[in-house]
């Protein structure tokens, strides 16, 4: 009975209605520095830092809580000395504040290197041995040769170049290959919708080479511009059956206008816009 009474006294309820409000608030703070601490349901989206120089992307960095680290240096072209040629994770991408985004670099100064030996090669070998000593595939010509697709000569500047020369890491390297002696033609493949560096690769890949360039100047005005730029037409167009000579010139037009990229025609399911 008086176990009984104990329950139901004043006492006991004050005691009990103060332990809950104790318990409530400490879920509820626990709750919330968790809620802090893991940074809950919030994300930020990646910056792209590509083509800027380490101090443009230092100042974007602080304004969205991310920490640079640079890991790696390249040499290329296709950005300026100084300026960065990659990052992990990409632009675009969620992460949570005071995360840590990786840099690559193109360098000030190229290094060198020796020219490899590609003559007497396939085209495949060949790609594979450029990529190896950093350097890029030029232009593709082709000439009646019985050795279909083997590099005959080796091309720098206009002139052949020696394997052991040494050279800028980066440079580009144009080949000179047999076609056979039939007269061996490429498909037109579609471009459009490819960014220019996968277009080179598509277009490598069918023995032909990128022409001129037509740029949209109301939409790339500087080189990350043309970095993202997106293919919005070719010539010669890509048609069933289409074909020409090895080695051909295929034009593009470059755009980042959303309307004209919304405007492509139904790409191959193989193509990626970037």
Same mark, same amino acid.
């Given at each position: 009975?008086?176990?009984?009474?104990?329950?139901?006294?004043?006492?006991?309820?004050?005691?009990?209605i =103060?332990?809950?409000?104790?318990?409530?608030?400490?879920?509820l703070?626990?709750a919330?520095?968790?809620?802090?601490?893991?940074?809950?349901?919030?994300? !930020?989206?990646?910056p792209?830092y590509?083509?800027?120089t380490?101090?443009?992307a230092?100042?974007?960095s602080?304004?969205?809580?991310?920490?640079?680290?640079?890991?790696?240096?390249?040499?290329?072209?296709?950005?300026d000395?100084?300026?960065?040629?990659?990052?992990?994770p990409?632009?675009?991408?969620?992460?949570k504040e005071?995360?840590?985004?990786?840099?690559t670099?193109?360098?000030?100064?190229?290094?060198? !290197?020796?020219?490899?030996?590609?003559?007497?090669?396939?085209?495949?070998?060949?790609?594979?041995d450029?990529? !190896?000593?950093?350097?890029?595939i030029?232009?593709?010509?082709?000439?009646?040769?019985?050795?279909?697709?083997?590099?005959?000569?080796?091309?720098?500047?206009?002139?052949?170049i020696?394997?052991?020369? =040494?050279?800028?890491i980066?440079?580009?390297?144009?080949?000179?290959?047999?076609k056979?002696?039939?007269n061996?033609?490429?498909f037109?493949?579609?471009?459009?919708?490819?960014?220019?560096?996968?277009?080179?690769?598509?277009?490598?890949?069918?023995?032909?080479?990128?022409?001129?360039?037509i740029?949209?100047?109301?939409?790339i005005?500087?080189?990350?511009?043309?970095?993202?730029?997106?293919?919005?037409?070719?010539?010669?167009?890509?048609?069933?059956?289409?074909?020409i000579?090895l080695?051909?010139?295929?034009? !593009?037009?470059?755009?980042?206008?959303?309307?004209l990229?919304?405007?492509?025609?139904?790409?191959?399911?193989?193509?990626?816009?970037?």
């Amino acid at each position: 009975m008086k176990f009984l009474k104990f329950f139901i006294s004043k006492v006991f309820l004050i005691n009990l209605i =103060i332990v809950i409000i104790l318990l409530v608030v400490g879920y509820l703070s626990i709750a919330f520095w968790l809620e802090s601490y893991t940074n809950h349901n919030q994300a !930020i989206t990646v910056p792209d830092y590509k083509g800027l120089t380490l101090e443009e992307a230092e100042e974007l960095s602080e304004e969205k809580n991310i920490t640079l680290k640079i890991i790696d240096s390249v040499y290329t072209k296709n950005v300026d000395n100084g300026a960065i040629y990659s990052q992990i994770p990409e632009a675009e991408f969620k992460v949570k504040e005071e995360r840590t985004v990786y840099l690559t670099i193109n360098s000030i100064i190229p290094e060198s !290197i020796q020219m490899p030996n590609l003559v007497g090669g396939s085209l495949r070998q060949a790609k594979s041995d450029l990529e !190896i000593y950093g350097l890029n595939i030029g232009n593709l010509s082709y000439i009646p040769d019985i050795a279909t697709n083997s590099v005959l000569k080796q091309i720098y500047n206009g002139k052949e170049i020696k394997n052991g020369t =040494i050279i800028e890491i980066g440079s580009s390297i144009d080949l000179v290959l047999g076609k056979g002696l039939s007269n061996q033609k490429a498909f037109v493949p579609n471009i459009k919708g490819l960014s220019q560096d996968k277009a080179i690769e598509k277009l490598k890949a069918s023995s032909l080479n990128i022409g001129a360039i037509i740029v949209d100047k109301a939409t790339i005005k500087t080189i990350k511009d043309s970095l993202k730029a997106i293919i919005y037409k070719q010539y010669p167009m890509h048609k069933k059956d289409a074909e020409i000579n090895l080695g051909a010139f295929i034009d !593009i037009w470059i755009t980042n206008n959303e309307l004209l990229i919304n405007e492509l025609d139904t790409i191959d399911s193989n193509q990626i816009i970037e």
